[in-house]
């Protein structure tokens, strides 16, 4: 073949497969632009992608209409981040010869790497009628429609790729993965299975079967499953690749190191597909001109949908900032789904932005443009991740907030929200954030404000029943936990435990686990979630919530709190596995946390044994809901915003990137004190905390004690003229420093 088509093949291979490479437009080249052509293509194999490029450029001024010449200038484009140019000269390379399927499937190639799934489909779909029986170009499409959330089309693509070649492991695995996306569970686990015949220890086909298998609460190969990953999470990241997406690592009883190195791979992925920005300045360097705001924007992948936990739990959260010292922002990644909750955000920030659609670099252009100080992630690593626009970098500081239980594992996410119980001290290392420490629960209970109370019938329980309940996910469950409930039912004959159907096999396999224990299934009450506007009272049946080590209750602790029905739970080191201490403490029940699985089991059984005393306590509950900070989301966002606000001010004392956590104190107390952090201090190293305000500083320097700080918490614009005296008289011995 022509020289060319040694690029064009090296194309073909890494993204359509061994296809034609030509379809016409080739011009007759002299003997010595043949040889200038062999000479571009060593170049490029080296690497050497410039001098490449200015070989390939030299031969389009003799040779301006031929197919491999520009499509080899397009490549070296491509590789050179010159992403626009690429486009460009591909584009040209199908004018020259429009039945390309290289070329083709190279800018749809090019389109998905930045983001724009509509025109990559459209790309793919070109080279498809030009090479209808070529299993990768349905495989390429199908992972652009995945891409894109059109996981139904994408399944179709990927089922035809494997048709069209049997062995295509790759593609029989994307197909279990849109079946996960379609809820398709045993679809799902049937192809995944199929493409561990072909590759039985590949961790990526694993992971999403053990992913799988955990929705349906088969357990048959735990452990087994287990101790592979674990193998493979080193293999896997010392050769630079994640192990799985990050959320999925909580359920892998991964320690929280291991999830932090899972983050650290899954996050230089993201960075290696906008590298090509890599030159992206940020907005919002200075507060608006004329203005003290600091703008803050909430960036959502999932659009602000009423299908979100994160969108309904915080719904009027937007509305309650400072308007006197704070804008706010909302960018929303998918159209309107016409909810309530939709609008009720939208009318609470001052500007609602409407980016889906956008690919990551013109979104995060809008966000820079909007001049952002502090840009929140309200989704990151979950379903409609868009994390691409938070590593771009389009605002000085950038915070992970509610939607993400753990560290993104990313230099390009500053700050964690976090609280007391759920990140203590000790746990610092676990994440590469530096963490904005609320007072309270990080996790917004936004229940006052969208509390709705009717009517409902029976559930199927009696007048002497006993009624303990996991409203968690399945895959949650895990076999010790669920083992510890089967003791405690054998225990209290008039104990039932209530479920939830996520999955009709996953409810099915835990009654047979259940008889397997010497435990009726007829015992565990399984019903469908229950209606939004009947939910808090159906729940409110409840006695006791049982709570899941592995993976806690979060959102669903919240509502069940708000229900009045008690909460035991056990934490664990991982900020999945805290959560719902947070919650319970900030509920006033710190007595409902135990420390190991056999405490769990004697706390439930004394609670149950006790039903006046557990009365007693669900009623101080009920009663008390409304003085709780739990759920006083105006106090939450008030912390929130101090907490912005000193990490803005750190941004402009050290600049983007400083590794300083930053604790908010409590307010509601007397003397502001606040939280173990402060009295856990001691065992933090020196240059990790510091917590400053303007009005610390003046202050510091009024006491005339020339004493360097290093090391100060402090709450933010709060009258503390006091407490702050005293906490600097404690603190003199701490060697501390201020800019």
Same mark, same amino acid.
């Given at each position: 073949?022509?020289?060319?088509?040694?690029?064009?093949?090296?194309?073909?291979?890494?993204?359509?497969?061994?296809?034609?490479?030509?379809?016409?437009?080739?011009?007759?080249?002299?003997?010595?632009?043949?040889?200038?052509?062999?000479?571009?293509?060593?170049?490029?194999?080296?690497?050497?992608?410039?001098?490449?490029?200015?070989?390939?450029?030299?031969?389009?001024?003799?040779?301006?209409?031929?197919?491999?010449?520009?499509?080899?200038?397009?490549?070296?484009?491509?590789?050179?981040?010159?992403?626009?140019?690429?486009?460009?000269?591909?584009?040209?390379?199908?004018?020259?010869?429009?039945?390309?399927?290289?070329?083709?499937?190279?800018?749809?190639?090019?389109?998905?790497?930045?983001?724009?799934?509509?025109?990559?489909?459209?790309?793919?779909?070109?080279?498809?009628?030009?090479?209808?029986?070529?299993?990768?170009?349905?495989?390429?499409?199908?992972?652009?429609?995945?891409?894109?959330?059109?996981?139904?089309?994408?399944?179709?693509?990927?089922?035809?790729?494997?048709?069209?070649?049997?062995?295509?492991?790759?593609?029989?695995?994307?197909?279990?993965?849109?079946?996960?996306?379609?809820?398709?569970?045993?679809?799902?686990?049937?192809?995944?299975?199929?493409?561990?015949?072909?590759?039985?220890?590949?961790?990526?086909?694993?992971?999403?079967?053990?992913?799988?298998?955990?929705?349906?609460?088969?357990?048959?190969?735990?452990?087994?499953?287990?101790?592979?990953?674990?193998?493979?999470?080193?293999?896997?990241?010392?050769?630079?690749?994640?192990?799985?997406?990050?959320?999925?690592?909580?359920?892998?009883?991964?320690? *929280?190191?291991?999830?932090?190195?899972?983050?650290?791979?899954?996050?230089?992925?993201?960075?290696?597909?906008?590298?090509?920005?890599?030159?992206?300045?940020?907005?919002?360097?200075?507060?608006?001109?004329?203005?003290?705001?600091?703008?803050?924007?909430?960036?959502?992948?999932?659009?602000?949908?009423?299908?979100?936990?994160?969108?309904?739990?915080?719904?009027?959260?937007?509305?309650?900032?400072?308007?006197?010292?704070?804008?706010?922002?909302?960018?929303?990644?998918?159209?309107?789904?016409?909810?309530?909750?939709?609008?009720?955000?939208?009318?609470?920030?001052?500007?609602?932005?409407?980016?889906?659609?956008?690919?990551?670099?013109?979104?995060?252009?809008?966000?820079?443009?909007?001049?952002?100080?502090?840009?929140?992630?309200?989704?990151?690593?979950?379903?409609?991740?868009?994390?691409?626009?938070?590593?771009?970098?389009?605002?000085?500081?950038?915070?992970?907030?509610?939607?993400?239980?753990?560290?993104?594992?990313?230099?390009?996410?500053?700050?964690?929200?976090?609280?007391?119980?759920?990140?203590?001290?000790?746990?610092?290392?676990?994440?590469?954030?530096?963490?904005?420490?609320?007072?309270?629960?990080?996790?917004?209970?936004?229940?006052?404000?969208?509390?709705?109370?009717?009517?409902?019938?029976?559930?199927?329980?009696?007048?002497?029943?006993?009624?303990?309940?996991?409203?968690?996910?399945?895959?949650?469950?895990?076999?010790?936990?669920?083992?510890?409930?089967?003791?405690?039912?054998?225990?209290?004959?008039?104990?039932?435990?209530?479920?939830?159907?996520?999955?009709?096999?996953?409810?099915?396999?835990?009654?047979?686990?259940?008889?397997?224990?010497?435990?009726?299934?007829?015992?565990?009450?399984?019903?469908?979630?229950?209606?939004?506007?009947?939910?808090?009272?159906?729940?409110?049946?409840?006695?006791?919530?049982?709570?899941?080590?592995?993976?806690?209750?979060?959102?669903?602790?919240?509502?069940?709190?708000?229900?009045?029905? *008690?909460?035991?739970?056990?934490?664990?080191?991982?900020?999945?596995?805290?959560?719902?201490?947070?919650?319970?403490?900030?509920?006033?029940?710190?007595?409902?946390?135990?420390?190991?699985?056999?405490?769990?089991?004697?706390?439930?059984?004394?609670?149950?044994?006790? *039903?006046?005393?557990?009365?007693?306590?669900?009623?101080?509950?009920?009663?008390?809901?409304?003085?709780?900070?739990?759920?006083?989301?105006?106090?939450?966002?008030?912390?929130?915003?101090?907490?912005?606000?000193?990490?803005?001010?750190?941004?402009?004392?050290?600049?983007?990137?400083?590794?300083?956590?930053?604790?908010?104190?409590?307010?509601?107390?007397?003397?502001?004190?606040?939280?173990?952090?402060?009295?856990?201090?001691?065992?933090?190293?020196?240059?990790?905390?510091?917590?400053?305000?303007?009005?610390?500083?003046?202050?510091?320097?009024?006491?005339?004690?020339?004493?360097?700080?290093?090391?100060?918490?402090?709450?933010?614009?709060?009258?503390?003229?006091?407490?702050?005296?005293?906490?600097?008289?404690?603190?003199?011995?701490?060697?501390?420093?201020?800019?």
């Amino acid at each position: 073949g022509r020289w060319g088509l040694a690029i064009a093949l090296a194309l073909a291979l890494q993204i359509l497969g061994k296809i034609p490479g030509g379809g016409g437009g080739a011009e007759a080249l002299s003997d010595k632009l043949m040889k200038e052509g062999q000479k571009g293509v060593q170049f490029f194999d080296q690497g050497r992608f410039h001098e490449a490029l200015s070989v390939f450029k030299g031969m389009e001024r003799e040779a301006p209409s031929d197919y491999e010449v520009l499509l080899n200038i397009a490549l070296c484009m491509e590789n050179l981040q010159d992403l626009v140019g690429a486009s460009k000269y591909y584009r040209k390379s199908i004018a020259v010869s429009p039945n390309s399927a290289v070329a083709w499937g190279a800018l749809g190639a090019l389109h998905s790497r930045k983001g724009d799934g509509e025109e990559a489909v459209k790309a793919y779909s070109k080279a498809i009628a030009i090479e209808p029986l070529n299993a990768e170009l349905f495989y390429n499409r199908g992972n652009a429609e995945q891409a894109r959330s059109g996981h139904a089309a994408a399944a179709k693509d990927f089922k035809k790729a494997a048709n069209l070649r049997p062995d295509y492991y790759q593609a029989w695995n994307n197909l279990g993965s849109a079946y996960m996306s379609m809820a398709e569970n045993k679809k799902a686990i049937d192809a995944l299975r199929k493409t561990l015949t072909f590759i039985p220890t590949h961790p990526i086909p694993l992971t999403n079967l053990v992913v799988m298998e955990n929705r349906q609460c088969d357990w048959s190969r735990r452990s087994k499953h287990i101790a592979l990953l674990k193998k493979a999470l080193y293999q896997e990241t010392s050769e630079g690749r994640a192990l799985v997406t990050p959320f999925h690592s909580f359920e892998f009883d991964l320690t *929280p190191h291991e999830c932090k190195i899972n983050a650290l791979a899954w996050s230089q992925r993201v960075d290696e597909r906008v590298k090509h920005l890599a030159g992206f300045e940020p907005g919002g360097q200075a507060l608006s001109k004329g203005s003290t705001r600091l703008r803050v924007g909430y960036l959502s992948g999932s659009g602000f949908h009423n299908s979100t936990t994160t969108a309904r739990s915080m719904r009027s959260q937007y509305s309650m900032h400072n308007r006197m010292t704070t804008e706010v922002y909302c960018y929303a990644g998918q159209p309107d789904d016409g909810s309530e909750v939709r609008e009720v955000i939208r009318r609470g920030c001052d500007r609602f932005v409407e980016v889906g659609g956008l690919n990551y670099e013109e979104v995060a252009q809008k966000i820079r443009g909007d001049g952002i100080n502090v840009l929140i992630d309200l989704t990151g690593y979950t379903m409609n991740m868009q994390t691409e626009i938070m590593a771009i970098g389009p605002a000085p500081v950038q915070v992970s907030f509610h939607g993400f239980p753990g560290t993104m594992g990313a230099d390009f996410i500053h700050y964690l929200v976090a609280d007391p119980r759920t990140t203590p001290p000790e746990h610092s290392e676990f994440y590469t954030e530096s963490l904005i420490i609320v007072p309270h629960t990080y996790l917004t209970n936004d229940h006052r404000q969208s509390r709705r109370e009717v009517f409902f019938a029976e559930f199927g329980f009696g007048e002497e029943d006993l009624v303990l309940c996991s409203f968690n996910q399945l895959y949650k469950i895990e076999p010790g936990v669920f083992e510890v409930w089967m003791r405690l039912l054998k225990a209290l004959p008039h104990a039932k435990l209530w479920i939830l159907r996520f999955t009709d096999d996953g409810a099915k396999k835990l009654g047979k686990y259940a008889e397997k224990h010497g435990v009726s299934k007829d015992r565990i009450v399984v019903h469908d979630q229950f209606p939004a506007e009947r939910e808090f009272l159906i729940k409110g049946l409840a006695d006791l919530f049982l709570d899941t080590p592995l993976f806690n209750a979060h959102t669903t602790g919240g509502d069940v709190l708000w229900s009045g029905v *008690p909460i035991l739970t056990l934490p664990g080191e991982g900020f999945a596995q805290r959560v719902a201490s947070g919650l319970v403490v900030s509920a006033g029940m710190g007595h409902m946390v135990a420390r190991n699985l056999d405490d769990y089991y004697e706390m439930a059984l004394s609670l149950a044994q006790h *039903p006046k005393m557990l009365k007693a306590i669900a009623t101080r509950l009920r009663e008390g809901r409304d003085r709780l900070p739990l759920f006083d989301t105006r106090l939450l966002t008030s912390d929130l915003d101090r907490g912005l606000h000193m990490s803005w001010e750190v941004q402009e004392v050290y600049g983007t990137g400083s590794k300083y956590h930053l604790v908010v104190s409590d307010t509601r107390k007397q003397g502001g004190r606040t939280t173990q952090w402060r009295a856990s201090l001691e065992g933090i190293p020196s240059d990790q905390v510091i917590v400053l305000t303007r009005h610390a500083v003046r202050l510091i320097e009024r006491l005339g004690r020339g004493v360097e700080v290093r090391r100060v918490v402090l709450p933010h614009l709060v009258d503390v003229v006091g407490p702050l005296v005293a906490l600097l008289k404690e603190r003199l011995s701490v060697e501390l420093h201020l800019p």
